[in-house]
């Protein structure tokens, strides 16, 4: 899903919604700059050894700590996009409240469950700090990026709040387009709103095209 699956009003659960989304969206970008870090690293790593029999020093171990800001640190990002894998064949054919309370059901159950990945999370990063853990080769330390994880599943957690929120307020509203919640789009929605995104196109482009299209054939 795009952010544009996500509506917008002046309601305060909207305002919330927007002003999280600022921060979930820098930390996204400094996921992303992580995974440029890693390409070029790799990049680096592999002619240096290839031309010069000179790999980077420490590269296992600096990747190491690269992985999880990579996987965690647009975590609550994508759930605000409706981005992480879902299986929506049998909620996908509800519609008003009857989905609204599938939807409040199963984020509460995510919700629970990342709840309790923090607590785990935590635990394991501040036994690395109080062991004082290091990486093998180049002893850095390895409680930051273990104690990254919990606090992104925070963010996780503060996005599921909100959701929640919104989707009780839906329940009690009724209507098809609650706010600050990702919507459901088909197959077909997706495929469009993606071409957009890699051809720059706008909408009103994109429907000149599809009538276009259609006329040809």
């Known amino acids: 899903m795009s952010a544009h699956s996500v509506k917008s009003d002046d309601s305060a659960r909207s305002r919330a919604d927007r002003s999280l989304f600022k921060l979930e969206s820098v930390m996204a ?59 929506d064949i049998l909620v996908g054919k509800l519609k008003g409240r009857t ?42 330390p390895t409680w930051p990026v273990k104690m990254l994880v919990p606090i992104m599943l925070t963010f996780l957690a503060i996005r599921l709040a909100l959701h ?19 919507l459901i789009e088909d197959a077909a929605t997706q495929a469009m709103k993606e071409a957009e995104t890699v051809s720059g196109m706008d909408d009103d482009d994109s429907l000149q095209t599809a009538r276009a299209d259609g006329s040809k054939r």
Not at 103 to 112: A, N, P, R
Request: glycine share 10%; net charge negative; proline share 4%.
């Open 29 to 87: 970008l400094a996921g992303g700059l992580a995974i440029l870090g890693a390409m070029i690293l790799s990049v680096v790593n592999i002619l240096g050894r290839k031309f010069l029999n000179w790999p980077v020093p420490g590269y296992v171990a600096i990747m190491s700590q690269i992985m999880p800001i990579m996987a965690f640190m647009g975590i609550a990002y994508c759930q605000r996009l409706g981005s992480h894998i879902r299986m």
């Open 99 to 140: 989905l609204w309370i599938a939807e409040l059901l199963g984020v509460t159950l995510m919700l629970i469950l990342t709840v309790a990945l923090i607590y785990g999370s935590f635990d394991h990063a501040l036994r690395a700090l109080t062991l004082g853990d290091t990486t093998d080769d180049m002893n850095i």
């Open 164 to 182: 929640i929120w919104a989707y009780a307020a839906a329940i009690g509203e009724g209507g098809d387009e609650p706010v600050a919640v990702p």
